[in-house]
Each structure stands twice: as structure tokens, then as C-alpha cells.
């Protein structure tokens, strides 16, 4: 591999870099979050306050 094709793989990788970033945000302790409801795995709406004082991990996949 020559040296301008390693500086453009990892131009590209830097740009894939700050794309993905800001996605991954994560809230700190003691910041005030609106309250809503998302459906569990067995279809029951349960609020974000139901896991109050527990680590909450929520993936989210963005299409198109």
C-alpha cells in the first residue's frame, strides 16, 4: 500500500468518525429527561422513570 492510499483510508475513517459521534450522545447523572413511554419486549408501554436509579442502554437504529 502506498502512502496516499493509508492517508485516504484514514480520512475516511476520521469522516465515519464524526459522523457516528454525536449518535452515541449519552446523558449524565442528574440531567433532567423528559419523560416517555416505549413498549417493552412483551408489548407493554413502560415509562423511562419505571427504571429510575438503574443503567438504561437503548440502542437505536437509524434507516435511510
Request: charge should be negative; glycine fraction near 10%.
Amino acid at each position: 500500500m502506498g502512502f496516499r492510499t493509508i492517508v485516504i483510508a484514514t480520512m475516511v475513517f476520521l469522516l465515519c468518525l464524526g459522523m457516528v459521534g454525536p449518535v452515541g450522545a449519552v446523558y449524565q447523572i442528574g440531567e433532567h429527561v423528559n419523560d416517555f413511554t416505549l413498549p417493552n419486549a412483551h408489548g407493554v408501554n413502560v415509562s423511562l422513570y419505571d427504571y429510575q436509579d438503574f443503567i438504561v442502554v437503548m440502542p437505536f437504529w437509524f434507516t435511510g
